[in-house]
T-cell receptor
Framework: GAGVSQSPRYKVAKRGQDVALRCDPI?????LFWYQQALGQGPEFLTY????????KSGLPSDRFFAERPEGSVSTLKIQRTQQEDSAVYLC????????????????FGEGSRLTVL | DQQVKQNSPSLSVQEGRISILNCDYT??????FLWYKKYPAEGPTFLIS?????DKNEDGRFTVFLNKSAKHLSLHIVPSQPGDSAVYFC????????????FGQGTELSVKP
C-alpha cells in the first residue's frame, strides 16, 4: 500500500501479557518513529530509527518497552508484562527526509494500534 | 513539563469565518514548527510548517505565524469549511533531535455550517 500500515488496529491484553505491535512504513522511508497517544493528549515520542539503527530511545517509559527494526524496513514495538497505564494508541510514522530542508519533519503516520490493558 | 502547549481544548467557528488556533512553547532551542490535522480513527496528517528564520508561511487557506520573542505560533484558516473540523496539533523540533517532534495536546476545531 501507499501509506504507513500498522497492525493490529485493536488489541486487548490482560495485565501481565506481552504484546507486539507492527509497523510497515512507506517504502524507501529512512526514518521511523513510534509515538504513544493517551486519550485527549497529543502524541508523545517513544523512539526513533534511521534505517536499522535506533538513534533515540529516550521516550520509552520503562525497560518493558522494546523496539526493533532489524532490516531497516518493518518495525516492531514490544511491550512486556503490560500494565493498565500502557493503554493508549501507539502511532508509527515514517519520513523520507533526514536532514533539514524540503520535507523535513513531515511525518507520515499510520492509523495507530489501540491497546487496551484490562 | 509540557514544552508545547495548546491551551484551548476546543474551538467552534461558523463556516466562512476565520479559525485561529494557538500554540505556545517554552524551549528556545526549538527552530522548526509544524501543524498536523487529525480526523477520528486516523493518524495525524501534516498540514503546514515554518522555520524559525521566518515569521509567516502561507499555503492556500492556511497560514502559520511565528512570534519567536513570545514563543508563540498560530494557525489561521480562512475561510473555514465544515471539512476542516478535526483535532489540530502543533509540534516543534530542534536541529539536533533528528526529526523528533514534540506535540501539543491538540485543539478540536468544529466548523458549523
Amino acid at each position: 500500500g501507499a501509506g504507513v500500515s500498522q497492525s493490529p488496529r485493536y488489541k486487548v491484553a490482560k495485565r501481565g501479557q506481552d504484546v507486539a505491535l507492527r509497523c510497515d512504513p512507506i517504502s524507501g522511508h529512512v526514518s521511523l518513529f513510534w509515538y504513544q497517544q493517551a486519550l485527549g493528549q497529543g502524541p508523545e515520542f517513544l523512539t526513533y530509527f534511521q534505517n536499522e539503527a535506533q538513534l533515540d530511545k529516550s521516550g520509552l517509559p520503562s525497560d518493558r518497552f522494546f523496539a526493533e527494526r532489524p532490516e531497516g524496513s518493518v518495525s516492531t514495538l514490544k511491550i512486556q508484562r503490560t500494565q493498565q497505564e500502557d493503554s493508549a494508541v501507539y502511532l508509527c510514522a515514517s519520513s523520507l527526509a533526514v536532514v533539514r530542508g524540503e520535507g523535513y519533519g513531515e511525518l507520515f503516520f499510520g492509523e495507530g494500534s489501540r491497546l487496551t490493558v484490562l | 513539563d509540557q514544552q508545547v502547549k495548546q491551551n484551548s481544548p476546543s474551538l467552534s467557528v461558523q463556516e466562512g469565518r476565520i479559525s485561529i488556533l494557538n500554540c505556545d512553547y517554552t524551549n528556545s532551542m526549538f527552530d522548526y514548527f509544524l501543524w498536523y490535522k487529525k480526523y477520528p480513527a486516523e493518524g495525524p496528517t501534516f498540514l503546514i510548517s515554518i522555520s524559525s528564520i521566518k515569521d509567516k508561511n502561507e499555503d492556500g487557506r492556511f497560514t502559520v505565524f511565528l512570534n519567536k520573542s513570545a514563543k508563540h505560533l498560530s494557525l489561521h484558516i480562512v475561510p473555514s469549511q465544515p471539512g476542516d473540523s478535526a483535532v489540530y496539533f502543533c509540534a516543534a523540533s530542534h536541529y539536533n533531535q533528528g526529526g523528533k517532534l514534540i506535540f501539543g495536546q491538540g485543539t478540536e476545531l468544529s466548523v458549523k455550517p
